[in-house]
């Protein structure tokens, strides 16, 4: 079974400017989650979506935003990119407990 | 707000020794505990978890103990290899919710 993939793997943007990034979660897997994770911060939850709705939302400005779409592909979306949003995103998708996370993407913002 | 902490940062062992990391956490009210493994340019993954009505889970080669009267939690690794080098992370599940708290992280090196 293929796992979580994520894409692109590699982004560099400017403040200011918007991005968006993708994941594919596992197959047949409905939950997908999204993590930041810096050096000074850690790994920290961003939201969950289950079945096209977001179930939980981390502690994040509203630049930060994200969607599910019929199929459990999701996409996040930060506006506005402010130098502190460098950082690895990771998505993770689950079917119970245990979430299996793809490689993320690194996101560095000039 | 409550959050999941580490006590060791950095933890270096010798190939065939036995590792422990630890780790505390505040908030009572978790219905799971769970040790994810990070290596370099990878997503965590998932080693081992552990209920909240439970003391000791074993897997392969590993062990966590959870101790809910100090609020603290453990990964033992026996007989460590150098492919266990990694960043491990504890994470709790708080009741009611699905998503994960992460703690800090370890970085444990193992030397041949």
């Known amino acids: 079974k293929a796992g979580v993939t994520q894409t692109p793997r590699y982004l560099i943007k400017t403040r200011g400017q918007q991005v968006t990034l993708s994941c594919s979660p596992i197959?047949?897997?409905?939950?997908v989650s999204w993590y930041q994770q810096t050096p000074g911060q850690g790994l920290q939850f961003l939201f969950e979506?289950?079945?096209?709705?977001?179930?939980n939302k981390g502690n994040f400005p509203g630049r930060f935003s994200g969607r599910q779409f019929s199929n459990s592909r999701s996409e996040m979306n930060v506006s506005t990119l402010e130098l502190g949003d460098s950082a690895l995103y990771l998505c993770?998708?689950?079917?119970?407990?245990?979430?299996?996370f793809g490689p993320g993407t690194r996101l560095t913002v000039l | 707000g409550e959050s999941v902490g580490l006590h060791l940062p950095t933890l270096s062992v010798q190939e065939g020794d036995n590792s422990i990391i630890n780790c505390a956490y505040s908030?009572?009210?978790?219905?799971?505990f769970i040790w994810y493994k990070q290596e370099s340019g990878k997503g965590p993954q998932f080693i081992i978890d552990?209920?909240?009505?439970?003391d000791k889970r074993q897997g392969q080669r590993v062990t966590v103990l959870l101790n809910k009267t100090v609020k603290h939690l453990s990964l033992q690794i026996a007989a460590t290899q150098p492919g266990d080098s990694a960043v491990y992370f504890c994470a709790e599940i708080p009741s009611g919710y699905s998503t994960l708290t992460f703690g800090k992280g370890t970085m444990l090196l193992v030397s041949p």
């Open positions: 197959s047949g897997h409905r939950s």
């Open positions: 993770a998708s689950s079917f119970g407990i245990e979430q299996f």
């Open positions: 979506y289950f079945s096209e709705t977001q179930r």
């Open positions: 552990i209920r909240s009505n439970m």
């Open positions: 908030n009572s009210a978790s219905d799971y």
